[in-house]
């Protein structure tokens, strides 16, 4: 019988359910599973915010960007084209 793949979201269900469970040594885990224990810690605290959906990926896009060239710029440079 063949492995079956893991994607990451089954990982971080493993490690959250690992982790919940009475006793678990969270530093421990972490290294077990190749993470730092501030990512682990993050990964548990979003799980018990939002439930399943801590589990999805996340943009790492900026929120803000301060340098942005303004919409009246972009707009002037297009009709310029």
């Not at 421990?28 to 801590?54: D, M, N, V």
């Given at each position: 019988?063949?492995?079956q ?67 009246e ?9």
């Amino acid at each position: 019988m063949a492995w079956q793949p893991k994607d990451l979201m089954d990982i971080k269900r493993d490690f959250v359910a690992l982790a919940l469970q009475e006793g678990c040594n969270r530093r421990e885990l972490c290294r077990r599973f190749g993470i730092s224990p501030k990512t682990g810690y993050a990964l548990l605290a979003r799980h018990a915010q939002e439930g399943s959906a801590a589990y999805m990926p996340r943009s790492r896009r900026p929120k803000e960007s301060p340098t942005r060239t303004s919409p009246e710029v972009e707009k002037a440079v297009i009709d310029l084209r």
